[in-house]
């Protein structure tokens, strides 16, 4: 049983470049979440979906941020003209999102470096 | 806001020691208190997690103690090895909405 699959594990970017990182949650899970790591901080909730519906996106930035969940296919988390500011771990976890608090499970990250 | 406090950022131990990590809440509403472990270059695995109506939960060598009248619950390494040494982080959620601690830098001392 596969756990949550992300790629590419490692990505560089040059400024003004676009990124896109995917994310194939767990068998049987439909919830999925983004989260970015800078170094020696903890995790940075950014975005929270179900297929095809965004949830929260409370803590996505409002520019060059965006963030998809399709009915078929991995999520994926769009970062547009990237800055050097954005070289960070980020992290997508899945959950089968039950009715009460379920398990989330992370993904191995990808890490973005902007040059 | 942070939703979560944790403490403290770091933590040293030498082997067969019992690092006590704990965590704070405000929230009442919420239902599910996991922590996680994470190894440089990976991503954080579930450790062991607990829910309000138990006021401990045990895991091997891994403790959560519960107090909801506090608000607040800690991780407890018994016996605690290199290998265990690690970022910790706890976390707390309503429903599918998960709010982490900062992580706690444990190193376990040969």
């Known amino acids: 049983n596969a756990g949550v699959m992300q790629n590419p594990r490692h990505l560089v970017r040059r400024r003004g470049q676009e990124a896109r990182l995917r994310c194939s949650p767990m068998k049987g899970h439909s919830h999925v979440y983004w989260y970015r790591q800078l170094p020696e901080e903890g995790l940075k909730f950014m975005v929270y979906l179900q297929k095809e519906n965004i949830i929260d996106e409370s803590g996505m930035p409002k520019e060059r941020f965006s963030a998809e969940f399709p009915k078929e296919g991995p999520s994926i988390l769009r970062i547009q003209q990237v800055v050097r500011g954005d070289s960070a771990a980020y992290f997508c976890?899945?959950?089968?999102?039950?009715?009460?608090?379920?398990?989330?499970?992370f993904g191995p990250g990808t890490r973005l470096t902007v040059t | 806001q942070q939703q979560v406090k944790q403490s403290p950022q770091s933590l040293i131990v030498q082997k067969g020691g019992i690092p006590i990590i704990n965590c704070a809440y405000e929230n009442t509403a919420f239902d599910y208190f996991p922590w996680y472990q994470q190894f440089p270059g990976k991503g954080p695995a579930l450790l062991i997690a607990?829910?309000?109506?138990?006021s401990e939960k045990k895991e091997g060598r891994f403790t959560i103690s519960f107090n909801k009248s506090a608000k607040q619950f800690s991780l407890h390494i018994m016996d605690s090895q290199p290998g265990d040494s690690a970022t910790y982080f706890c976390?707390?959620?309503?429903?599918?909405?998960?709010?982490f601690g900062t992580g706690t830098s444990l190193t376990v001392i040969p």
């Open positions: 976390a707390a959620s309503i429903g599918n909405q998960f709010y």
């Open positions: 976890a899945s959950s089968q999102g039950s009715g009460r608090s379920g398990e989330q499970y």
């Open positions: 607990i829910r309000p109506d138990v």
